[in-house]
């Protein structure tokens, strides 16, 4: 079955370090794939998403680029902020799994001042 | 206001005693989802469903039971709780299912004594 893989955490960064955040997964035919961002005591939020392969998704300074080559959804900021504290959710939805999302463990990224 | 909500936001019962978690959407979303949020576990799919009277299982859908009778609400009922279903419980929905962004509530923090 599908499954996402995430880069265990916890991350911890000094405010305007570079951040990526690894996300590999295994799907069959060809998936849509999301980060989400879970703040404290929120629910998840989407972040960025990307439909096909080459797609580059972005959003609030972060980006992802879908490479089918290496099955990797890889999370990346140029310059983190204390507020990107949060825990971030790589996960992958496609047609051949009845609508439902697959979801990775969760990366905890803090940001030190 | 437009949006998911989820009511109540925390509760605490005991071993036992039956608990309903409501969930509310106002979009008419087709699919809606029930997760559970644990430490070590990430995100874990309790049930889904993809329209009015249609239901389905996920991961974890034991001790649990939902339904469906109105587009909007997509109650969840634990029908005898345990410890173990002491959890972060998240309602989500989604447009179509397969490719689209999931909306979260703010979820419900249970806790089984």
Known sequence: GDSVTQMEGPVTLSEEAFLTINCTYTATGYPSLFWYVQYPGEGLQLLLKATKADDKGSNKGFEATYRKETTSFHLEKGSVQVSDSAVYFCALSGYTNAGKSTFGDGTTLTVKP | ?113
């Open chain 2, 1 to 113: 206001d437009a949006g998911i909500t989820q009511s109540p936001r925390y509760k605490i019962t005991e071993t036992g005693r039956q608990v309903t978690l409501m969930c509310h959407q106002t979009w008419s979303h087709s699919y809606m989802f029930w997760y559970r949020q644990d430490l070590g576990h990430g995100l874990r799919l309790i049930y889904y469903s993809a329209a009015a009277d249609i239901t389905d299982k996920g991961e974890v859908p034991d001790g649990y039971v939902v339904s469906r009778s109105k587009t909007e609400n997509f109650p969840l009922t634990l029908e005898s709780a345990t410890r173990s279903q002491t959890s972060v419980y998240f309602c989500a929905s989604s447009e179509s299912g397969y490719t689209d962004t999931q909306y979260f509530g703010p979820g419900t923090r249970l806790t089984v004594l």
